[in-house]
């Protein structure tokens, strides 16, 4: 079955850096882009990146275009994001995600907190 398992969170000053990983299987991974959505206390999940399969092409939320990174590393069935010049209003759980057919799949999501 699908298992995405994220990780990589943690409390950071503004300002603050953190490199967030999500690790796949269940699935061929090499096949599909891969997403990061969060989730801020109060709001609705958010997309934030995404990145083809082979990880070539990337897109990003307006909201944090310039300060974070998707990557992956098909050989390890892995995808990171890497968020950088954190602001409090980045707090939000972070999810890896993947949509196979019709169906989206998620991981149990990995906290990021940004304060001071």
């Known amino acids: 079955q699908v298992q995405l398992v994220e990780s990589g969170g943690g409390l950071v000053q503004p300002g603050g850096s953190l490199r967030l990983s999500c690790v796949a299987s269940?699935?061929?991974?090499?096949?599909?882009?891969m997403n990061w959505y969060r989730q801020a206390p109060g709001k609705e999940r958010e997309w934030v990146a995404t990145?083809?399969?082979?990880?070539?092409?990337?897109n990003y939320a307006g909201s944090v275009k310039g300060r974070f990174a998707i990557s992956r590393d098909n050989a390890k069935n892995t995808v990171y994001l890497q968020v950088n010049r954190l602001k409090p209003e980045d707090t939000a759980i972070y999810y890896c995600?993947?949509?196979?057919?019709?169906?989206?799949?998620w991981g149990q999501g990995t906290q990021v907190t940004v304060s001071s």
């Open positions: 990145i083809t399969s082979a990880g070539v092409g990337t």
């Open positions: 995600n993947v949509k196979i057919g019709f169906l989206h799949y």
């Open positions: 269940g699935f061929t991974f090499s096949n599909y882009a």
